[in-house]
């Protein structure tokens, strides 16, 4: 017999024992697509997270809001030490009966009226001149050390956050691939193994008749990456629905914010990758279970 034919008797066989036991193949098939879908969700949500940070306007920005016990006029000294800092490209300077005057403006005079005082502080917006990670905060613990200074808002803050916290998911979810994936070589071991001990007369008669460990093993890691590409795929199918049923509740919430933000789902490319690399992973505890049978069946 040719190579081709060869594989192609062993793929017939493969296919002949998933047709006589669709339920337990069925459900192991589940249970690795469970397995897969876990961590290609996460990533998913992540790659969704990072595309929303992304789109949204990147505003670097500093706000210095002064105590009220700071004089009624910003001291003007205080402007030209504000600019004499490194990493600062621009200082603008909002007084306290600018911030009073412009929201008379807005409609609310009666009410400010009303008060025993002005209620504003004096406001002074920073415009860094850089963004590095590492000027910009030995600028911000120095602007908080100010004395004058009440409270600090730094408006591009929450972005590192977000970034900060992403690279951790992503962190995590390598963690959870890697022990997923351990777990996935074991239960397909495991499966393979039952199916050895129940065909064992025949392996020991084909051994006898001179069949080689090659021509054994062939079927049952045909078998391990048939189910690991079936598990593969509804692995997918699990978290395109998933992403299908949150789209019209994230596109709600976006649209509340005055975003058109949908979310998407992984790449062709990824979910290709990730139905092959299970594949290979259940062929790999297929492999690994029928040489261990047949190192105990013959130790020489």
């Known amino acids: 017999m040719n190579w ?4 192609t008797a062993a793929l017939c066989q493969a296919l002949g024992q998933i047709r006589r036991a669709p339920a337990s193949t069925l459900l192991n098939a589940i249970v690795i697509s469970i397995a897969l879908s876990l961590p290609l969700g996460l990533y998913t949500l992540l790659d969704n997270a990072a595309r929303l940070g992304d789109n949204l306007p990147q505003q670097n920005r500093i706000t210095l809001y002064l105590k009220q016990s700071t004089d009624e006029q910003v001291d003007p000294g205080l402007k030209a ?34 008060l025993p005082s002005n209620p504003f502080p004096n406001v002074i917006h920073l415009t860094p001149s850089t963004t590095e990670a590492g000027v910009l905060e030995k600028l911000l613990t120095r602007l908080k050390a100010e004395p004058t200074v009440d409270h600090l808002v730094y408006d591009a803050e929450w972005t590192h956050r977000l970034a900060a916290a992403i690279q951790f998911g992503e962190r995590f979810a390598w963690m959870l691939a890697i022990g997923l994936a351990t777990a996935l070589v074991i239960l ?6 039952m199916q050895v001990l129940t065909r064992r007369e025949e392996i020991e008669i084909t051994k006898l008749i001179g069949g ?15 189910q690991g590409f079936l598990g593969g795929l509804l692995g997918c199918g699990i978290v395109a629905l998933a992403i299908t049923r949150f789209q019209p509740s994230v596109i709600d919430i976006a649209q509340s914010y005055g975003s058109n933000f949908t979310l998407i789902l992984p790449s062709p490319v990824h979910m290709l990758t990730a139905i092959s690399i299970t594949g290979l992973l259940c062929w790999g505890g297929a492999v690994w279970s029928v040489n261990r049978f047949l190192r105990q069946l013959n130790p020489s």
């Open 4 to 7: 081709f034919a060869v594989q």
């Open 188 to 193: 397909t071991g495991n499966t393979i193994r």
């Open 81 to 114: 030490k504000l600019v004499a800092l490194p990493g600062i490209l621009k200082v603008d300077i909002i007084s306290r009966d600018q911030a009073m005057a412009d929201m008379k403006q807005r409609g609310l005079g009666e009410v400010l009226d009303a």
């Open 212 to 226: 080689t460990n090659q021509f054994i093993r062939r079927p049952f890691s045909y078998f391990g990456l048939l």
